[in-house]
């Protein structure tokens, strides 16, 4: 996953972040007692079952964008799976 960011005012920020480290058991845990925390029912097994189906697309469509947002004032996100 790529994380691109850059605004008129600021830093620029690239970010890349492997999906194998972002998408684990670990991680899908973690997520899953912050969404419950925040009033989303959600238990680590479907977090797993959600990251598997991230994986899956990163194979199948590896140069996939997910989010391109470009505002008035010139900042701009990029977000590529």
Not at 12 to 29: D, V
Not at 50 to 57: D, I, L, P, T, Y
């Amino acid at each position: 996953m790529l994380i691109k960011v850059r605004s008129t005012d600021g830093p620029n920020l690239t970010i890349p972040l492997p999906t194998g480290l972002f998408c684990n058991r670990l991680t899908a845990g973690i997520a899953a007692k912050a969404m419950v925390q925040n009033g989303v029912n959600a238990t680590p097994e479907q977090m797993v079952r959600f990251f598997k189906a991230v994986r899956q697309c990163k194979r199948r469509h590896p140069d996939w964008v997910m989010v391109e947002v470009e505002s008035a004032d010139g900042d701009y996100v990029y977000v590529k799976l």
